[in-house]
């Protein structure tokens, strides 16, 4: 049996404050159309795109903000796109602020099958941001003030094959990667809301670009797996969001990427056994893993400098030199 799919990245332009979900949801069935148009199996959609990234802004009274979250999925004003994937065969991953019935708020994305129907869904954990108004900044990234943070990385059966979701700031961290590698991940899926100015450290700035692919081309590299990183890009609200979007393949190789910071799809053909190169070879997680020597992964959050370590200076090390 091959396993190869058809994907699409379909990237969002900006949505603005003013712009209602009707519009916005008619520019995500326009892309799952030109998917359908380019033979796509799975349209993957970016972080939050059902509404602008307001996390960068403040507001003392959280519940102001409440409309920019959904209380159901699908509800009135998302169920077309959920039509239309059961009517295109197209199946999809959408990312969008949840608010459940107990009033829990969460940075959510949710793959859907070619029939529409909910496959699974995936709450954001690593948070990035301040939990706290920060009025120094051109612009907020509060989304540790608005959302709480999800509490697993879990892989789905579908699509013909093991597939993860993350979002955003997750992929910076090479612990999503791999404890999706470790449960068997063939293809993750990844939206992104980057602002390209970092304000607690401008000099980043210039390789926003390059910082993006390096963390997903090595996480798919190290584990053997496809990514799909999905931008809401351009100038949203007076911030630039990066674009960049991008197919990546087990090898770490960009095969597809956009041009633009529009609404954009680009698509690859997805060969899911291609994991098993990388799986079965270099990455032979059972042959060559030691985790009784990673310990301190799971056991430690921040960084421990081990008793008796002395940062010495240069001249110290080497009197003679
Ligand atoms: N949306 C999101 O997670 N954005 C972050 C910005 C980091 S700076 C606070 C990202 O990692 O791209």
Known sequence: MTRILKVGAAQLGPIHR???????????????????????DLVVFPELALTTFFPRWWSEDISEFDHFFETE???????????????LGVGFHLGYAEMTPDGHRYNTAILVSKNGDMLGKYRKVHLPGHEENEPWRTFQHLERYYFEP???LKVFGAFDGVLGMAICNDRRWSETYRVLGLQGCELALIGYNTPVHYPPDPSQDVLAGFHNHLVMQSGAYQNGMWVVGVAKAGNEEGCDL???SSIIAPSGEIIAQCSTVEDELVSAVVDLDMCANYKET????????RPEVYKSITSQVGVEIPEGIEVRKQDDENPEG
């Open 18 to 40: 003013e712009n209602n979900r009707k519009e916005v949801v008619e520019r995500l069935i326009a892309l799952l159309n030109k998917g359908a148009v380019e033979s796509c």
């Open 73 to 87: 999925m699908p509800n009135q004003e998302v169920q077309p796109l959920f039509d239309e994937a059961e009517k």
């Open 150 to 152: 999800g509490n697993e």
């Open 242 to 244: 990066l674009g960049e």
């Open 282 to 289: 270099l990455f032979d997680f059972d042959r060559y893993r």
